[in-house]
């Protein structure tokens, strides 16, 4: 996710950084004047990777957000292991690369590292602004990149390995999915000029951001596999789905903290979240464990909400990356699933970690102070 417009040179996905919320401290202190109280995050000593020590058994890595236009990411890529990952599963929720070609580079790289690799699109796949003359529009391009995906072993489908159930989920976001309070009386870019989608993906007659169509579009595609899915439920005890979209609002901070503060109307899907809970059950799977995998917000993430496990282990941006522990350094996918048994929490989270001891007042729309310095108060006019 990106955005585009100056000269606040925003990133959405970026934590605070100031003296008032520092984040990856020992203590992670927060302004009382905010309405919030002081508490503690030790720092976590655990890297991402730290569960996929030795097992026998099946091991599930998960990533998303790759976007191996950077060289950086490309190079990461290129360095993960050619050995340590051979009888293991990648699932990689989306934004791989912004052309065809350097996709192809990636997935091929990832494939020869594990056994199995997992994909679902993400909408900096589906771009078209560089490479405009080689598709109609994004839909093509969506499905030149399965193709591209079945001739280089990468599964798109739902499939079980071992006893684990792997369902991916296409799906494309929706501002009517937006459900909190809005902030006014900011000058805040509309989503046409800080949403690079608007202009780099290209759709036929039918098909627009602007409304529900894409998201009720990409949903339906799954219907294709309904029968898959169902002897997945009946055959497995533990099921893992993933997407690129974010299925909950709960899963993204409240507006105040984001830099682009309108950023939850181009992040998640209604229709996601319905059908994960049509795989996963209302309240989770009974004596059974539930995970959902998502992308696109670059936010570790890890919490639970209605029993279900929800995991976002982005890559994310160079830039973004040297904001976490280590500067970023030694970061490698996550591994969710080991020894027929879910992992301990991805660590550090801070987003998710700050939610789970405060909770969200989403009708405060006051900017939070590192927010508030970058926008101007909007003029008022009376006419
Ligand atoms: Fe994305």
């Not at 302004?31 to 099946?58: M, T, V, W």
């Not at 350097?102 to 993400?122: A, D, N, Q, W």
């Not at 280089?152 to 989920?169: D, F, K, Q, R, W």
Request: with cysteine; glycine share 6%.
């Amino acid at each position: 996710m990106v955005v585009r417009f100056s000269p606040f040179s925003l990133k959405l996905s970026q934590q605070p950084h100031n003296h008032e919320f520092s984040c990856f401290s020992k203590q992670v202190a927060v302004s009382c004047s905010y309405g919030l109280k002081r508490f503690d995050l030790r720092r976590p000593q655990i890297l991402s990777s730290a569960f996929g020590g030795k097992s026998n058994g099946l091991r599930v890595f998960v990533v998303s957000d790759l976007h191996t236009d950077y060289d950086e990411n490309l190079k990461w890529v290129e360095c993960l292991s050619n050995v340590k990952y051979k009888d293991d599963v990648l699932l990689v929720a989306g934004d791989v690369a912004e052309t065809y070609s350097k996709f192809v580079v990636t997935m091929s790289l990832l494939r020869e590292r594990f056994e199995h690799v997992f994909y679902v699109p993400g909408n900096h796949d589906l771009w078209c602004r560089r490479e405009g003359q080689n598709y109609v529009d994004s839909v093509e391009k969506f499905n030149k990149l399965l193709e591209a995906c079945k001739r280089i072993g990468v599964e798109t489908n739902p499939m079980v390995v071992g006893a684990l159930g792997i369902i991916p989920l296409f799906s494309w976001y929706h501002e009517s999915f937006d459900k909190e309070e809005d902030i006014t009386g900011y000058r805040i870019p509309s989503l046409e000029m800080a949403c690079k989608d608007f202009y780099a993906c290209n759709w036929p007659n039918g098909l627009s951001n602007g409304d529900t169509s894409l998201s009720l579009y990409f949903d339906a595609l799954n219907d294709k596999q309904t029968e898959s899915i169902k002897e997945i439920q009946k055959t497995c005890d533990h099921i893992i789905t993933f997407s690129h979209f974010v299925p909950r609002q709960e899963l993204c901070p409240e507006k105040r903290m984001l830099f682009y503060p309108k950023l939850p109307k181009v992040i998640g899907s209604d229709p996601l979240e319905d059908r994960i809970r049509s795989i996963h059950g209302a309240q989770g799977r009974e004596h059974a464990s539930s995970c959902h995998v998502f992308g696109h917000t670059h936010f570790c993430w890890d919490a639970v909400v209605d029993g279900i496990r929800y995991v976002q282990a982005p890559l994310a941006y160079p830039r973004e990356r040297k904001r976490r522990m280590n500067g970023g350094d030694k970061w490698l996918p996550f591994c969710l699933y080991a020894d027929k048994k879910f992992s301990r929490k991805l660590n550090p989270c801070f987003w998710s970690d700050y939610y789970s001891l405060i909770p969200r007042t989403p009708h405060n729309t006051k900017l939070a102070p590192w927010v508030a310095r970058f926008y101007k108060l909007k003029k008022t006019i009376d006419v």
